[in-house]
């Protein structure tokens, strides 16, 4: 699919590997609306980048500010042919603390935004795009989902973050197979560490640290090779029902 001149949204889009994602979209001409529950940060990226770029505050588990965020994007755009889930939370804490067991509240809320606020994205989507005329191939849309390595290696007290982004890779095909009949295809991309404001906080040894853990290249993710990802899924039409790992081949040790 041609990413010029469609509607896109961009869950988490205003941060991160959302807001690479924004920028490399709008730069390729797509229009896009960044959902995002942070607005200061949304309202200011889609005036930098200009009138094909809006926003609208969404919370990604409410079930209301999704549907109408879509159905404005779909008025706006004409259509929404383009949806990326990039909207998450981190969250790190052991299954049996020094406090006790994991709280069922902390462990609920990282499903609730990371896995169900993405499927909740999905179902909204998938049936704006299910609206649009199909292409000359039968395809009306694309959709892109964000997992972690973590779904696969999770570290010690990543239970939460590793069962929310183990979710999403066993969605992804099914999802895949659900709207293969409407011309909708699902993938998911998979990251390593990227260098994002999730990193911000931490000082420089560990940064440091963390960058020596890729096999090559030895530095962190830089939030466009995800973006150019996302691009590439838009882009190739037979990229279906996969999850796509962009790591610099790191596998996580245990801690
Ligand atoms: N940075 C990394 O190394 C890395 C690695 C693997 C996976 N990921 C995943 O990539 C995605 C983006 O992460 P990032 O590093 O860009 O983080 P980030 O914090 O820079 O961006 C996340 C964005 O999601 C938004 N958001 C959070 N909860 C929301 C909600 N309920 N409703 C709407 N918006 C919400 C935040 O406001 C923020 O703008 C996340 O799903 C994260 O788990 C990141």
């Not at 795009?129 to 039968?138: E, H, L, Q, V």
Request: with cysteine.
């Amino acid at each position: 699919m041609d990413i010029q001149g469609k509607g896109v949204i961009v869950t988490g889009g205003a941060s991160g590997l959302g807001g690479a994602s924004t920028r490399l979209f709008a730069e390729r001409g797509a229009q896009v609306m960044i959902l995002d529950r942070d607005a200061k940060k949304g309202e200011a990226l889609a005036a930098e980048l200009g009138d094909h770029v809006h926003f609208s505050q969404v919370d990604v588990t409410d079930q209301d500010s999704v549907k109408s965020a879509v159905a404005r994007a779909a008025a706006t755009f004409g259509g929404v042919h383009v949806a990326c889930n990039f909207a998450g939370i981190g969250w790190a804490q052991k299954t049996l603390g020094k406090d006790g067991p994991h709280p069922l509240e902390s462990f609920q809320q990282v499903i609730n935004i990371n896995l169900i606020g993405s499927f909740n994205v999905i179902r909204f989507a998938a049936e704006a795009m299910s609206k649009n005329d199909p292409m000359a191939d039968g395809q009306r849309g694309v959709i892109i989902n964000t997992a972690s390595v973590a779904a696969f290696e999770g570290q010690m007290g990543q239970v939460a973050y590793s069962a929310s982004k183990g979710g999403i890779v066993g969605m992804t095909l099914p999802v895949a197979r659900d709207l293969a009949r409407d011309g909708i295809r699902v993938n998911t991309i998979a990251p390593g560490l990227i260098k994002t404001p999730l990193f911000e906080g931490l000082p420089e040894a560990a940064v440091q640290s963390l960058s020596e853990q890729p096999v090559f290249p030895k530095r962190l993710g830089d939030p466009s090779e995800i973006a150019k990802t996302a691009l590439f899924i838009v882009e190739n039409d037979y990229v279906n029902g996969e999850t796509i790992r962009i790591d610099g081949a790191i596998r996580m040790a245990p801690r």
